[in-house]
């Protein structure tokens, strides 16, 4: 996701710089770095290319540079990190790696994961997640609550996944394992735990704290406690002894957040605060490399890594391979790199006071041996690589795996509650199935008995089975029956619904088959595109659908587990008792997925589009509002039955804010997209009024809209390319 270089600071950047270089220089693998952060800026991709071939011996490629892994238009229902997954498993998913190395932050792993997990690709690769910060850690560190929405659950889900579904999990230090087993996470059985790499660190000169140089080393945030070290200064400020010191003060990092604002605005307002002898100096733009270089330069200075919570800081190890004067807060994974307690203090503004009063008026603490060290951590790589090598060596060899699983007996039931041109285009496509051992019930409503007739007797010669039942209720064959027509006609191991509305792709059934056996789970759905048809019956495609998984958090708010195709085990959909039988609810699937996931049946997600979905043009694609209301509210009640009162109407309400973030990405994807808009923040005004209502009163909401009228602003700035 990052490497040292391109990225210009962060300790995901760092770790995947010096891992490269140790596979490639150590190990002698044959190394690419994928870097799928948004494009780089200072350099072209071509310029990294020769520097880390030459640097490195390694290749270097921007995952921007690639065609994405869809170019169908939009809206899509993505975060911003499936994108950049998504994109990363189509540049992944042709190469023949034996060892794909993911970082954890913005799950970049995850749709190569669950492509791994359905046996589409990957077979011979080893993947292994290395556990930096999880968004939802960087949040809780931030002391930030949720702005996005959804979208951060989105995220975290992501992150999980791509962690669960790998091979083998790493973390440079106890503490992250332990926090994220506290969430839930599965990893206990993969998880490793091996120091970060560092290497060609030269020791700094080495000389004593002067008393008069202090330097913040680390991004400029609440996580790495900014305000803790600028309440400890200006407190320290009111004592006459501190505030006669010539005292030089520099803030080495990234400028982020503090205390939700900007960081460089809060250090200007509270730089007024400290005494006037006392000079601040900002070293915001440094890459991982000048950033060293400073500290080496003034290694008579006191590092201050005053961190509330942190993993395992490369700001802390490389202080202590350079042997320089630092202190550093006794939190989180801090301590496991330390020998000894001397030099940390308890992560507070007064904890960190006392420590500086302690270290100005007496000398630093000597530092013990460290438990950090740069030879133990290349021995736990190079045994973790050789653990690898072995396992690959094994698999390829491992006959039972050529074999292929055993052929299941799978019956497509084919349903249709309002007939229309589509029924039949939905029945060809099923013709050219490559795979054509499945049996397909057909299910229609509202046709007259002479146009059932004949469309049974075009496919008589493929021996399907054709359902006509009376137009009861708009929709109730669909939701109510379909599981009495499919277990009554077919003994089949699998089935697979299908709406009428809907084209296969020629590998559909294939596809799905080859995946649930695969994934040994119960239900797979998979990803679809939408399109509409012309005046000429030419399809034009709208969107993609790209579903998640079975979250309960992401379900409430939206149907994040598949839709109109998916397989299923016989005696599952049998023991749920098929639909709930509602002929207003037009989303039956996610009622459905719900009930299902929340028995703790395992659901899968194959990222491909097996099949197409036909809009009516008239439609826009959307659904009526109301219908889609009532829908929502219908499909969550499994998973809102047993709550209280109040705990029903918190949940009613989390929905309509999430409702409202979502419109609000909507409306700027299409300002994005329109170039008709004169002036965009205007339109994005005279938009919002109409969403606003009741929101905008509230703090959360002005802050949420600031948030947007900034992304447009970037966005439509004219002297920013």
Known sequence: ME???????????????????????????????LLGCPPLKEHSSSYWKVHFRKELDIEFEQISDYPPFSDLPGPHNLHYGHDWSLNLYGRLKDCSYDICHFQDNNGNGFVSALAKNAGLHFDNTLFTCTLHSPDQWIRQANRQYSHAGGRDLHMDFMERQAAEKCDYIVAPVNYMLGYVSGLGWDINKKARVIPYLIDGIKKAPQKDFNGKHLIFFGRLETRKGLEIFVDALVDLGRAKEFRRKNLRVTFLGKPNFAYGRDAMRYLSEHQI?????????????????????????????????????????????ECLEMGLNVIAADTGGIPELFGGTERLFRPTFEGLRNKLEAVFSEKLPELPSCRYSRESAEKGWTQFIEVLEKELTLRKKDPARAKAPPKPKTCVILTQSKANGNLVKALDSLQKQTNKNFSLVVAVDDMSESKFNSLKNSYAKESWSFERHPNEVNGAVQAGRIHNIGLSQSTSDYLIFMGGDCLAEPDMVDTLEKSIACMQFDVATCYYRVFTENRKSKEVFWKGRYFYGASQEIGLLSNCYGENVFIIRRETFQSLGGFTADPENITPEWEFFIRFSLQQHKLGVIPKFLFRKRI??????????YSYYYSHKKSIEPMINGLSDWEKNIASNLLGVDHFVEVLNTRLYNLKKDQSIVNPESYFDRELNKLQNNYYHFPKFSLLYRNYRDKITKFFDKNEE
């Open 616 to 625: 009516l043009p008239h439609s826009g694609g959307t659904a009526n509002p």
């Open 273 to 317: 605060k400290a005494p006037s002898n006392h000079r601040w100096e900002f070293q915001t733009d440094l890459d991982h490399f000048q950033a060293l270089s400073y500290l080496r330069n003034h290694s008579d200075a006191l590092v201050v890594i005053p961190s509330p919570i942190d993993n395992s800081p490369y700001t802390v190890i």
């Open 3 to 33: 490497i040292a270089g391109p990225t210009k600071n962060g300790g995901i950047g760092t770790h995947c710089y010096y891992l490269a270089k140790f596979l490639r220089k150590t190990m002698g693998h044959e190394v690419t770095v």
